[in-house]
Each structure stands twice: as structure tokens, then as C-alpha cells.
């Protein structure tokens, strides 16, 4: 009764008392303090709009989409209800690492607002976070000291109107997926703007550095994986180009570092009012199909469907993926090995969203759900 409870107040507008929905009147919107509200309230409160909870004044180009609760609402369906979370600790299929513990908590509310991506930084150690507060992306040392804000909210060049994805190129280089102005925009390692590419692009979304500093983006409207080359110290874009097509609506995206095999994650539609499912499709270096497992095809052989919401690749080649059915990481396995399903963290997360791994092999979640970067290893 108590999570139903706790459902039903999350998924309605603390004013109107509405339940959220894809309508422009019932979309839920972030406010610049944090707190939501339907589209349908902002519009009344305006134009001098404050927030009815902590009073602080705002205008309505200052809101966004709060992009959990609509991927929260369309993972739901009409049924209104999460699958059930697979068995605490099993697994099932080949090796996996040793168990996670809690390191470290970044971030959190008041920090970071609607948090979407998240990225290692190769050189320092450290890690990027693109999220949708006044400074869009944030660089953290490797202690957790936030060193760098930038990226303003905003049209001008080196500002972010709607980040969607984060990755750090081998020079230290930040890279993000503006789904704003359909584009991807590098900032060198002080925040300066230094390139932004807009040609080609109907919504990119997910992203990720090759070994050589090349970034595979995937493009979740035009249903294709972009490979692109820049010279960043210079500002200059060599070449980007369709590497796949014919994808279902690809979002994140990973590389591994040793075989340059590249992990998809699309997400199906289903037929109706149906929620849709997700598969990760793993490609070549040369973006031939390697092995690929959907959310059926689980559910067929484990009884425990996903919806992935972002991929890693580990030190050995297996493939991590996010879960917000189960609020879970899970090892997939090495693509020879498919399917595999090995929950590699079962408790306390809310809404993961992101994932990678940093230098010394400790995992990197971020949650959205608790606004919050949560790093786990194996000591």
C-alpha cells in the first residue's frame, strides 16, 4: 500500500494533483530550484512564475523536461506498474567480477539537476557529468572536488541548451550531445567552446571516445551510429560520417577500449499503447553484428526482462548495462557468451541512467533518480 502510495505521488503534479502524461499540458516540467510541475501549472502561474514550494521566482524559459519521470511514464504503460526486480545477488551464465561496495556519492540535490550523462576522464582520473542545471556540465577530480562548471544554458556558442549525453576524448577534451539544437559541442579542459557541429544531426543522443580519440554518437531520431573525427586543439572537424543504419531508435552507446567492438542500446516501440522494450546490439570495429539480446529474449530465457537505459564495456570485454525495471547494474556477459544475466548491484539505486568505468576498474553509476553519482568497486 505504503509504494503504491509512493507511486501515485510521483507520478502526479504536487499542485494540480494531475497525473503526468506525454501531453503538452500534463508534461512534467523541472523548475530551475528542482521541484517539478505539469506544463499545465506552469502555464497558469505564469509569466511571473515562482516555485509554489520554495518560493523562488523563475520564468518559464527556464524550465525543462523532466526527462526521468517521461521515461518513467513511457517504461510504465498503461499498466502502470515496473516489472518485478530479478533475485537479489543471482547470476546466471559466465564469470563476473567480485561484488560492488559503495565508494563514494557525488553530487546529489541542489548539485545536480536532471543528471544525463557521465563519462571518465582518461588522463586526470576524474569524471564529467552533464546535467541540466545553470552550468550544464560539471568536471569532478578524482577525490570528488568539483574543479570546473561550464557549459551555460543557453543558444551562443560554448553554451548547452539540452545536454543529453557526456564523453571525454583521450586529449581531455568534453564532448556533449546538445539535443537543444541537434548538435555535438566540444569544450577544451577549461571550459572554453571549441567546436560545435550541427550538419547532419536530426536528435543526437548518446556518446562515447574511442581509444584514438574518434566519438561514436548515435542519432535516435535518424535511427543511425555517426562516427566522427575532429582536431579539437584546433577546432577543426575532419569527417563524420554514417558508420550503421537502420537502428531503432539508438541511444546509449559505448566503446570498448581493447576490441573496439561498439555496444547500442535501441529502444523498440511496441505495437498500441504497449510499453516498448530495449536491445543492445554489439558491432564490430568494421560495424558488423557481433551479438545482440532484447528485453524478450530475457525475459524468455531468465524470467527477468530489462529496459537498459545506458552500456559500458568492462576491463575483460563484458558488457554492463543500467536497468530501471529493476534499479540494477547487470553484467550481459563478452558478446561470445551472450545471453548471460549477472546483477552486479540489486540495492540502492533509484533511476540509473549512466554508466562507466574509471581507471582503477571502480564502476560508475549515475542516478538520476537521487540526483547523484555513485561510485562502487571490488575492494
Given at each position: 500500500?505504503e ?12 499542485v494540480?494533483f494531475?497525473r ?60 502502470g ?170 541511444r ?29 546490439k ?24 530489462i ?58 553509476v ?14
Open positions: 500500500m509504494d503504491d502510495e509512493a507511486e501515485l505521488s510521483l507520478l502526479e503534479c504536487r494540480c494531475e503526468y502524461g506525454p501531453s503538452v499540458p500534463r508534461r512534467p516540467l523541472n523548475l530551475p530550484c528542482g521541484h517539478v510541475l505539469c506544463g499545465g501549472c506552469v502555464a497558469a502561474l505564469a509569466p511571473r512564475l515562482e516555485c509554489p514550494f520554495c518560493r523562488r521566482p523563475c520564468g518559464p524559459a527556464s524550465t525543462s523536461e523532466c526527462r526521468p519521470l517521461l521515461q518513467l511514464l513511457e517504461l510504465l504503460g498503461p499498466s506498474r515496473l516489472a518485478p526486480a530479478p533475485g537479489s545477488g543471482s547470476s546466471i551464465g559466465g564469470a563476473v567480477p567480485a561484488g560492488f561496495r559503495l565508494r563514494r556519492c557525488l553530487g546529489g540535490w541542489g548539485s545536480l539537476l536532471n543528471p544525463a550523462g557521465v563519462s571518465a576522464c582518461p588522463g586526470s582520473g576524474g569524471l564529467a557529468v552533464a546535467h541540466d542545471g545553470e552550468r550544464r556540465i560539471h568536471v569532478f577530480d578524482p577525490s570528488g572536488l568539483c574543479l570546473r562548471r561550464f557549459g551555460a544554458r543557453g543558444d551562443a556558442g560554448g553554451e548547452v541548451r539540452y545536454p543529453l549525453d557526456v564523453a571525454v576524448t583521450p586529449d581531455g577534451h568534453v564532448v556533449v550531445t546538445d539535443g537543444g539544437d541537434r548538435a555535438v559541442k566540444a569544450f577544451d579542459v577549461e571550459g572554453r567552446g571549441v567546436l560545435a557541429v550541427r550538419e547532419g544531426f536530426c536528435l543526437p543522443w548518446g556518446l562515447d571516445a574511442t581509444a584514438t580519440g574518434e566519438l561514436m554518437l548515435t542519432d535516435a531520431e535518424a535511427g543511425a551510429l555517426f562516427r566522427l573525427t575532429a582536431d579539437f586543439p584546433r577546432g577543426e572537424l575532419r569527417r563524420c560520417q554514417r558508420a550503421r543504419e537502420k537502428l531503432a531508435s539508438p546509449a552507446v559505448a566503446v570498448c577500449r581493447t576490441s573496439g567492438n561498439v555496444a547500442v542500446v535501441e529502444h523498440l516501440k511496441a505495437p498500441g499503447a504497449r510499453k516498448g522494450s530495449t536491445r543492445v554489439i558491432l564490430s570495429a568494421e560495424m558488423e553484428l557481433i551479438a545482440q539480446v532484447d528485453s524478450f529474449g530475457l525475459d524468455l530465457v531468465f524470467h527477468s526482462s529496459h537498459a537505459t545506458a552500456v559500458a564495456f568492462d576491463r575483460e570485454g563484458r558488457v554492463v548495462v543500467t536497468d530501471v525495471c529493476s534499479q540494477a547494474v547487470i553484467c550481459l556477459g563478452k558478446p561470445k557468451e551472450f545471453p548471460v544475466f549477472n546483477p552486479l548491484i540489486s540495492h540502492g539505486l533509484s533511476y540509473p541512467v549512466g554508466l562507466t568505468y574509471m581507471a582503477d576498474d571502480s564502476l560508475v549515475l542516478d538520476s533518480g537521487d540526483y547523484a553519482i555513485k561510485i562502487y568497486s571490488t575492494a
